[in-house]
């Protein structure tokens, strides 16, 4: 008997759903990495220092320009504001990146029907976690995040969007191109 390596291809569709699950996996175990390491992760370096001027404040801290920082303090400065203790604040801090980097996944691979996208974006991310996983508050791991987005755009599959013009996917590019300005400078220089 000899082998056969067709027993075990997998079909199109069988490859994008094996896919699908392996990027959702993925991101679920960050989710919960991040909700169970929420100390390690807030309460050192840089992390510790937003937390603090957030809580100081009432109010989002962006330090340096770099307004992608709103979107990671939403979720706890609403904690704060509706009265909630220092745990869940900065459980939810913590939490508040990998939810995010979750959002961007979604939309990757099914706003932008790119499930390779998506799974680019966990090899993405998950080659920051050895490096910034334990320093949540980092402008160039979101960024990453967000260049992930931009290089899913441009590498869909067009004939998903049949109705859309050449201007229309020339105008979500700049978009996503400003987007990815909001972050940390040096993420242009391997874009």
């Known amino acids: 008997s000899t082998f056969n390596s067709s027993k075990f291809a997998l079909t199109p569709n069988h490859y994008q759903k094996s896919l699908l699950v392996v990027g959702h996996l993925f991101f679920v175990v960050l989710i919960l990495y991040s909700l169970l390491f929420y100390k390690e992760r807030m309460l050192h370096f840089d992390s510790a220092y937003y937390a603090f001027n957030v809580i100081y404040d009432s109010d989002f801290y962006i330090a340096h320009g770099r307004t992608v920082s709103y979107a990671s303090q939403l979720l706890p400065l609403l904690v704060l504001k509706t009265g909630g203790s220092l745990e869940t604040f900065l459980i939810s801090y913590s939490l508040s990146f990998m939810l995010l980097f979750y959002g961007v996944y979604l939309l990757i691979v099914y706003g932008f029907k790119n499930v390779e996208g998506g799974i680019f974006l966990a090899l993405a991310v998950s080659t920051m976690v050895r490096f910034k996983f334990y320093a ?10 967000l260049a992930a987005l931009l290089i899913a755009w441009l590498t869909k599959n067009n004939a998903h969007f049949p109705k859309w013009q050449p201007w229309q996917h020339f ?9 990815l300005t909001t972050g940390h400078p040096i993420i242009v220089i391997p874009v």
Not at 136 to 145: D, G, Q, R, T
């Open 136 to 145: 949540a508050i980092s402008e160039v791991y979101f960024s990453l995040a």
């Open 171 to 179: 105008l979500v590019t700049v978009l996503l191109i400003l987007l």
